[in-house]
Nanobody
Framework: QVQLVESGGGLVQPGGSLRLSCAAS????????IKWYRQAPGKEREFVAL????????YYADSVKGRFTISRDNAKNTVYLQMNSLKPEDTAVYYC??????WGQGTQVTVSS
């Protein structure tokens, strides 16, 4: 099994930045990628970004491309999501996900003045 714990959410003004963390533990050997998703109130969960554990290839949703950066620290078994130029429409609960459909508990991001 894999355990994922997100942190780093909070309230930020439009144009601000936050860095989310996703700490993985358990059967780390089974992880070959980590994805970030988000779910806004009344909306379906949507893909945000992906990073491959080996090689570090990254992929982004068009809505966050150029503003968000996903990265990893293999030594810490942690994936980060640096979010810059935040907009009110980025408000959501952010989740990380690993293969075999393991999910974290989510962290709330609110972008508001």
């Amino acid at each position: 099994q894999v355990q994922l714990v997100e942190s780093g959410g909070g309230l930020v003004q439009p144009g601000g930045s936050l860095r989310l963390s996703c700490a993985a533990s358990g059967s780390i050997f089974s992880i070959n990628y980590i994805k970030w998703y988000r779910q806004a109130p009344g909306k379906e969960r949507e893909f945000v970004a992906l990073i491959k554990w080996s090689g570090g290839d990254t992929y982004y949703a068009d809505s966050v491309k150029g503003r968000f950066t996903i990265s990893r620290d293999n030594a810490k078994n942690t994936v980060y999501l640096q979010m810059n130029s935040l907009k009110p429409e980025d408000t959501a609960v952010y989740y990380c996900q690993s293969p075999n459909n393991y999910w974290g508990q989510g962290t709330q991001v609110t972008v508001s003045s």
